[in-house]
């Protein structure tokens, strides 16, 4: 596609409830990264996938956060039994390679209640 | 491990002067910078980045920003607003030769008419 795309844009979920993030990055983008932005906040690294395989899940907060790339194009972010404190924007970015800058999606603001 | 400091968490100017943003970095090992622009209820955008070779770099927009390695800075500035030009400013560094970016915490400009 043109841009990444992230769907829900918008997601509101009762605490403890499982939640699912999709991110469909720019075509030919072989690099997809995950990042949290809290209010008030710069984005925080969770994980970045190079195709298909996760080359640094140094960020994710826990094991309740997991996340797939089956097919080296979209990936789903995925939050087990969530908390008050996961509330944030959840943000995907895509690269062509080291150097490019990333491209971000709209984000998915995530509301758990 | 690389880190990014936003020392000025917001920053109010007047159209048509000029702005400095500033952001400092800490990395053992050689750097990409970048400089990211998110408008009101937008995604974050590439407004500049420096990667090799000329130490002042043009972005979008009218900005443009200078690596001191010297002082492990990467000021951003634009030598006069616009109204437009309201929005948060963050800077960002990577190792060179890795792709996982970390951002700061962000500068908002605040421009008044």
């Known amino acids: 596609g043109a841009g990444v795309s992230q769907t829900p844009s918008n997601k509101v979920t009762e605490k403890g409830k499982y939640v699912e993030l999709r991110c469909d990055p720019i075509?030919?983008?072989?690099?997809l990264y995950w990042y949290r932005q809290s209010l008030g906040q710069g984005p925080e690294f969770l994980i970045y996938f190079q195709g298909t395989g996760a080359a640094d899940d140094s960020g994710l907060p826990n094991d309740r956060f997991f996340a797939v790339r089956p097919e080296g194009s979209v990936s789903t972010l995925k939050i087990q039994r969530t908390e008050r404190g996961d509330s944030a924007v959840y943000l995907c970015?895509?690269?062509?390679?080291?150097?490019?800058?990333?491209?971000f999606g709209s984000g998915t603001r995530l509301t758990v209640v | 491990a690389q880190s990014v400091t936003q020392l000025d968490s917001q920053v109010p100017v007047f159209e048509e002067a000029p702005v400095e943003l500033r952001c400092n970095y800490s990395?053992?090992?050689?750097?990409?910078l970048f400089w990211y622009v998110q408008y009101p209820n937008q995604g974050l955008q590439l407004l500049l980045k420096?990667?090799?070779?000329?130490?002042l770099v043009k972005g979008i927009n009218g900005f443009e920003a200078e690596f001191n390695k010297s002082q492990t800075s990467f000021h951003l500035r634009k030598p006069s607003v616009h109204i437009s030009d309201t929005a948060e400013y963050f800077c960002?560094?990577?190792?060179?030769?890795?792709?996982?970016?970390?951002f700061g915490t962000g500068t908002k400009l605040q421009v008044i008419p």
């Open positions: 075509s030919g983008h072989t690099a």
């Open positions: 970015a895509s690269t062509a390679g080291t150097g490019y800058g990333y491209t």
């Open positions: 990395s053992s090992v050689s750097v990409y």
């Open positions: 960002a560094v990577s190792d060179k030769g890795y792709q996982k970016v970390t």
């Open positions: 420096y990667l090799s070779g000329s130490t």
